[in-house]
């Protein structure tokens, strides 16, 4: 199951403007965001679409990100649930990314089309995440042979990929999040 949160939406639920500041501020907007994946069931892909804030600072971050981001990384009954972001400018990414490095956590961001992984990641894992979005999805073996380096080493990759929920798992193949199809495409 895919979910688009809006994030400017939940931002003027909560009667803040376009601008994601003051740590308050980031708590409403987290808040809003856990009612609304309350009813989830199954895995779930949680896109938040930041497009329309102007801005974002350390402490809302750290509230709305690396905290939903926390959350969903321990056991949860109804369902693993995995984040991707979209919509973010250069300054956005970089206090996105220092937050995350902080907290040594990380996502799947939308750029141009493509998707990358902002925050704290071993080299291995985010160069077999680079190779596994060009390819929409792979096989170990596959992995292993596009990058010249021994199983091993690829499985070591891809256990780090998939603990931290940047990649699925569907039987014997890995996939992003969302397939390079539906990165522009969800309603």
């Known amino acids: ?26 708590r409403a907007v ?3 965001i856990e009612m609304e994946l309350a009813q989830r069931t199954g895995l779930t892909v949680v896109v938040l679409d ?34 991707l972001i979209r919509g973010l400018n250069d300054h956005q990414i970089e206090e996105i990314t220092e937050v995350l ?28 995440f680079q190779r596994i979005a060009l390819r929409g999805r792979a096989a170990a073996a596959e992995l292993a042979e596009d990058l010249a380096w021994p199983l091993e080493r690829v499985n070591e990759a891809l256990l780090e990929l998939t603990g931290r929920r940047l990649i699925v798992r569907d039987d014997e193949l890995y996939r992003p999040p969302l397939l390079p199809e539906q990165c522009q495409n969800v309603a």
């Open 101 to 128: 490095k902080r907290h040594q956590l990380a996502l799947v961001a939308e750029s141009d089309g493509g998707l990358q992984v902002l925050g704290e990641v071993a080299d291995q894992a985010r160069l077999a």
């Open 50 to 83: 930041f497009s329309n804030v102007r801005l974002i600072d350390c402490s809302c971050a750290d509230e709305i990100v690396a905290k939903l981001l926390q959350g969903s990384l321990s056991a949860d009954a109804r369902g693993p649930v995995f984040f």
């Open 30 to 32: 987290r808040s809003s």
């Open 1 to 26: 199951m895919i979910t688009q949160i809006d994030v400017l939406h939940m931002l003027n639920r909560v009667g803040a403007h376009r601008d994601l500041v003051t740590r308050s501020t980031g």
